[in-house]
């Protein structure tokens, strides 16, 4: 085998063995010459061309990457009959999947039918829609302003995901709870006919610790009907036949070595986002991210492996987004959450003018938006850092050790909190701390930051007082108090997310930056999983689930279990869909 695709050129080499491996180093977006019906035999290897390829092992199904997208696919199409693998980059299983809470919101699930709580289609279609297509919704437009694709993804979505829950929990593989204190995003939205219900969590799973949980339950159901998991086996090439179809892979292990694996059916992507490359990032995103929360070894190599098949991509523009503290998702901080509740009633975020710019207690989403305001005369990003105040009320009675809290317990890791005995030298400190970061983030506090964050302070105790936060209306939706995160109780106390910020010290502060959970754009699927070429077509033998290819939900977050419901819904599609493929001629 040569070392394919090492050209840089997203051209295609050809090994020793006749069969087409497709290189990593691709260049995204673009058509590549290896499309269907266009391969080349080129480098050292092509001379040396046989009529069979060599593999190491074979089965009906490979797939890449263990978290929920791999670990779904691979269950669903094993309890069809398959055989399949799961190759996984990192040394340990479950990818980001093994971090996350696991709620899933899966739409019109069992749990909801039994609870008698409806969740007509109708209404539901126009929710998604609403927060996905902002800018055309219309309730009247038959596709109520998404587009064909997305409308048919989400149709998808809803028609499949009670199914996909439901023989996931038959199967002991994922047995769930239906947690009836969780709350929809847009609990009040009028398209919003089921605000309560849809979420689902791993049986046992505390809410935040479900990603442990899915993937002991998962791995074990791998364990007892017979799927490999290969850890430490990163895939770099895709190899196809002389018809084009995706006929295995090529993978790297961790002592260099290389093996391929060829797959009967098809090769399923799982592979997540590109969170962990700037450059993808940089090139890609509409708004900046310092980093986030995703495994560390998601850098969007599926993106580099495809792009020289001509896939199609799309929402390339969006991430899964979230505030994150910044220090820590500059060093990549392998446990780093995402600060999903930004605990603290005593407790603002303001900008380099000590300006405050947002609701604190926005879900995670919606708050990350803030920091991507662009002031035109100064030709900068004013909100790029939001620095969060606290007192020691909030330091006392709002400290949490999950949920990404950056206001931590007494005795955990508090790096990240910058402190001051006044306001005057809490100002002096960020302004220092800010320094130390200068070859990462262009960020320092404006002159006049300690005079206006003494008015800002003024106005928000103002709001406290009153339980009216006039500016920004913090605490007045259900999800705002969901994610509120502990505060202490006092009687009479009008808004439970505000109190007065104290006019002793110390002080407590900490740098937030805008970040992701991972990313959602990549090679567009059909509604069954298939990649899709740019002219549409499958491309024949490849499907992709998860983080890794392109999300219908555009730039919204439609509730709290909205990455992991589609993923494992469009896991179990694949493995219905890829029952129907014809077998590969192997050269
Ligand atoms: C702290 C946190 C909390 C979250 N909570 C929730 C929640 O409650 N509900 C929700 O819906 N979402 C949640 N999310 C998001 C959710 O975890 C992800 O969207 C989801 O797990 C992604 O699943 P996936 O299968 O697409 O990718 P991942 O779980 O990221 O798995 C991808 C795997 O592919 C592997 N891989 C990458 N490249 C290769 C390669 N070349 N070869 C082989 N393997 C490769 C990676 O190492 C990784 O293990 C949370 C995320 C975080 C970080």
């Given at each position: 085998m040569n070392d394919g695709g090492q050209q840089g050129d997203g051209t295609t080499d050809q090994d020793q063995t006749g069969a087409v491996a497709i290189g990593r180093r691709g260049f995204i977006g673009r058509a590549g010459?290896?499309?269907?019906?266009?391969l080349a035999a080129v480098g050292p290897g092509a001379a040396a061309a046989a009529s069979e390829p060599r593999f190491d092992a074979e089965f009906d199904v490979v797939v890449v990457g263990s978290g929920a997208g791999g670990l779904g696919t691979a269950l669903f199409s094993r309890w069809q009959g398959n055989e399949v693998v799961v190759l996984e980059k990192a040394g340990s299983i479950g990818g980001t999947t093994a971090k996350s809470g696991f709620w899933y919101w899966m739409p019109n699930n069992a749990a909801m039918q039994k609870a008698g709580i409806a969740d007509p289609k109708p209404d539901f279609m126009k929710l998604v829609a609403r927060l996905s297509a902002p800018l055309l919704y219309s309730p009247s437009l038959p596709k109520l302003g998404l587009s064909d694709w997305q409308y048919a993804m989400c149709e998808a979505f809803y028609d499949t995901a009670g199914s996909a829950a439901q023989l996931l929990h038959d199967k002991g593989a994922l047995p769930y709870q239906h947690p009836m204190a969780v709350v929809d995003y847009?609990?009040?939205?009028?398209?919003?006919?089921?605000?309560?219900?849809r979420v689902l969590m791993p049986e046992g799973a505390e809410p935040y610790n479900g990603g442990k949980v899915a993937i002991r339950f998962m791995t074990a159901a791998a364990r007892r009907d017979g799927i490999p998991i290969k850890t430490s086996h990163r895939v770099t090439q895709l190899i196809r036949n002389a018809a084009g179809a995706v006929i295995g892979v090529e993978a790297t292990q961790a002592n260099g070595s290389t093996t391929r694996l060829r797959a009967r059916k098809a090769v399923v992507f799982?592979?997540?986002?590109?969170?962990?490359d700037k450059t993808l990032r940089r090139d890609h995103l509409g708004g900046a991210i310092v980093?986030?929360?995703?495994?560390?070894?998601?850098?969007?190599d599926f993106l580099r492996i495809a792009s020289p098949l001509g896939v199609d991509l799309a929402n390339m523009n969006h991430a899964w987004n979230c505030p994150v503290v910044l220090e820590k998702a500059l060093s990549q901080e392998g446990s780093l959450w995402g600060s999903f509740s930004c605990s603290g009633d005593s407790m603002i975020f303001v900008n380099k003018h000590g300006r405050r710019v947002v609701n604190e207690k926005l879900q995670y989403n919606e708050i990350?938006?803030?920091?991507?305001?662009?002031?035109g005369p100064r030709q900068e990003f004013p909100n790029s850092v939001l620095i969060a105040i606290w007192d020691q009320q909030a330091q006392d009675h709002c400290n949490q050790p999950n949920y990404g809290s950056f206001i931590v317990p007494e005795g955990q890791d508090d790096a990240h909190v910058i402190k001051g005995a006044t306001r005057t030298e809490l100002a002096k400190n960020i302004a220092a701390r800010l320094q130390t970061l200068r070859d990462q983030v262009n960020y320092q506090l404006a002159p006049e930051f300690a005079g206006n964050l003494e008015d800002t302070i003024k106005r928000y105790n103002g709001f406290a007082r009153s339980g009216k936060d006039l500016d920004f209306h913090r605490g007045e939706r259900p999800v705002e108090l969901m994610f509120n995160g502990p505060f202490k109780a006092v009687a009479g106390k009008k808004n439970n997310t505000m109190t007065p910020i104290s006019e002793k010290g110390p002080f407590y502060a900490t740098l937030m930056g805008p970040g992701s959970l991972d990313t959602k754009g990549g090679p567009r699927t059909d509604t069954d999983s298939r990649v899709l070429d740019v002219a549409g077509r499958p491309i024949p033998g490849l499907y992709g689930v998860g983080n890794c290819v392109a999300s219908a939900s555009g730039p919204a977050y439609w509730a709290g279990g909205a990455t992991l419901g589609p993923i494992l819904t469009f896991a179990y599609r694949a493995a219905n869909a890829l029952q129907q493929e014809p077998a590969k001629a192997s050269a």
């Open positions: 010459a290896a499309a269907a019906g266009a847009w609990a009040e939205l009028p398209e919003n006919k089921a605000p309560r219900g799982a592979s997540g986002g590109f969170t962990h980093g986030g929360c995703a495994a560390n070894s998601n850098e969007g990350t938006r803030a920091f991507w305001a662009w002031d």
